[in-house]
């Protein structure tokens, strides 16, 4: 990185970065409280409270969100008459999955082959470390040159609104010139990336019963009706031959335009087995950023261990959609639901439970912070011109932001680039990667005050 004096004092600031993200990845945060305590929500929640507070923010408050769950504020002052950005991150993070199957304990920060290994290391506690350090590197040369807001989420990767609905009753506490989303990445390393476009996304629940309880297959099966049968059919029927999506009535074949996904790249990306083919049509760009994608997350049926020769009469599924920039989330549910409740075979009962949604979201490119970020990001990455890409996953919270305050300017950078591998086993963060960004929300924050 070319020498200036934010990038020098980041640098120092890195040693401490990286003791503040091992004690916040160290709290089991996940918001599913069936599956781990509150407690440890809570104790992440104070421990970024604390932080605010020593850093000078006023107004901390950790706000009791409508889902039950806690959102962390607090609010910066600036110049008089400065411009004022929100800076979003959250430190809810999924699940570890199978604990033994990391290469390191999934709540214990680990340097190994130069990135730091940890469950939300990149996604997104990560990104909490980014904007105090981005903050940090600004104090140290010269002050911050704008309003600060910060708002930390607790429940993101539940899909289950508290932060939204908290904003909906609350639309004074978020308002901002431009609000700086921490949860994305670059394409990949090193190669600096604003996110422009996110998928929406609705999460239903399937339940299918055909009997009044399970029968001994021997004496009843091939006549009575199976509902572990009829919930894989239904399943089956919402991929077409090539994988692709096909919910009735729902539009899947968007084009992507801009920065495309080289087919091998992404191949070792997702880590595909040899000899296994992608799903789809189009061009990888296509079928992730543009196109909905259905995903069946998790499916309640007995397990092959200590399985009994049955009719099944009760079956259940989780199912995710992503829903395209340009449609409405609302509307892909009723067509999803629909689906699903026409193609349950055999007249079998199906009952269609909506868990969570969130709407897709498209960026202004042509506002004065992309020039502003354009900026800084050539400092921080030299040789390198930001790039416009898409993005699978969903935010919902930045379409409230852009209902609710519809002059603000909304960008999305962060630390999830391909080798994080967020949501996964052994989920990782490049310090370089922080390092730079860091630098860049930084002298954003500096080049935005000016435009």
Not at 5 to 21: D, G, I, K, M, N
Not at 123 to 130: A, P, R, S
Request: hydrophobic content about 40%; aromatic content about 6%; overall charge negative.
């Amino acid at each position: 990185m070319s020498s200036n004096p934010v990038a020098e004092t980041v640098a120092s600031l890195l040693p401490r970065a990286r003791e503040e993200l091992t004690e916040l990845v160290a709290f089991r945060s996940v918001a599913d409280f069936d599956q781990f305590p509150r407690s440890e929500s809570e104790a992440a929640a104070r421990w970024i409270s604390e932080a605010l507070r020593t850093e000078g923010f006023e107004d901390v408050a950790v706000l009791d969100t409508p889902d039950g769950t806690q959102s962390v504020y607090g609010y910066l002052p600036g110049p008089a008459g400065a411009r004022t950005v929100l800076l979003y991150a959250h430190y809810d993070v999924q699940p570890p999955l199978d604990e033994a199957a990391w290469s390191t304990p999934p709540f214990t920060l680990t340097e190994r082959d130069g990135r730091w290994y940890g469950r939300g290391a990149a996604d997104c506690k990560g990104g909490v470390i980014m904007h105090l350090l981005a903050l940090r590197a600004l104090k140290a040369n010269g002050g911050v040159p704008v309003n600060v807001k910060v708002i930390v989420e607790g429940s993101e990767e539940q899909g289950t609104g508290g932060l939204e609905r908290y904003a909906e009753q609350h639309p004074e506490l978020l308002t901002a010139d431009a609000v700086v989303i921490g949860d994305s990445g670059n394409f990949r390393v090193g190669l600096p990336t604003v996110t422009t476009t996110l998928r929406g996304m609705t999460l239903l629940r399937i339940g299918v019963d055909t009997l009044e309880g399970n029968l001994h297959s021997g004496q009843f099966g091939g006549a009575a009706p199976d509902a572990l049968a009829a919930l894989i059919r239904v399943l089956d029927s919402l991929r077409g031959e090539d994988g692709s999506t096909t919910v009735d009535g729902l539009d899947g074949e968007a084009r992507w335009e801009g920065l495309q996904y080289d087919e091998e790249q992404f191949r070792q990306d997702a880590k595909v087995l040899d000899g296994v083919e992608l799903i789809g049509s189009g061009t990888v760009a296509d079928r992730i950023w543009a196109r909905p994608a259905v995903t069946v997350l998790g499916i309640d049926c007995p397990p092959v261990v200590g399985a009994t020769p049955s009719v099944q009469a009760s079956a259940r599924a989780l199912v995710s959609l992503r829903v395209s920039p340009g449609m409405d989330t609302v509307e892909a549910t009723k067509l999803l639901r629909a689906h699903l409740e026409n193609r349950t075979p055999w007249g079998a009962r199906v009952t269609v439970e909506q868990i969570g949604q969130g709407q897709p979201f498209r960026a202004d490119t042509t506002s004065p912070a992309y020039a502003a970020m354009a900026e800084a990001m050539a400092v921080a990455y030299p040789g390198q011109e930001m790039q416009h890409a898409g993005q699978g996953g969903s935010i919902p919270l930045c379409n409230t932001l852009a209902s609710l305050y519809p002059e603000a300017e909304i960008l999305l950078i962060g630390l999830s680039e391909p080798e994080a591998q967020i949501h996964a086993l052994d989920e990782s963060v490049s310090p370089e990667e922080l390092e730079r960004l860091s630098v860049a929300e930084a002298l954003f924050l500096r080049a935005y005050a000016g435009h």
